[in-house]
């Protein structure tokens, strides 16, 4: 039986990260590239209305606490 992995990271914090600034989260997670998406898409929704930056980055503080980054598509 294998051992169980130790999470690295706290979900508490990465979605605190990901409210003060989009993709923070995810970049936290180690997860760079996704986290610099999260933050250039949901400027440009800020960019174009500000309803699809809001929605944008709500999505992106529940991706940031859900996930695990040792996991493909985590």
Request: positive net charge; proline residues 7%; charged residues 10%.
């Given at each position: 039986?294998?051992?169980?992995r130790?999470?690295?990271?706290?979900?508490?914090?990465?979605?605190?990260l990901?409210?003060a600034?989009?993709?923070?989260?995810?970049?936290?997670?180690g997860?760079l590239?996704?986290?610099?998406?999260?933050?250039?898409?949901?400027?440009?929704?800020?960019?174009?209305?500000?309803?699809p930056g809001i929605?944008?980055?709500?999505?992106?503080i529940?991706?940031?606490y859900s996930?695990?980054?040792?996991?493909?598509?985590g």
């Amino acid at each position: 039986m294998l051992p169980a992995r130790r999470q690295d990271w706290s979900p508490g914090i990465a979605a605190v990260l990901s409210l003060a600034i989009p993709g923070a989260g995810q970049m936290y997670k180690g997860r760079l590239g996704a986290g610099f998406g999260w933050l250039v898409g949901t400027a440009l929704g800020y960019l174009c209305f500000i309803l699809p930056g809001i929605v944008l980055h709500i999505l992106s503080i529940l991706n940031a606490y859900s996930g695990d980054p040792g996991r493909r598509g985590g």
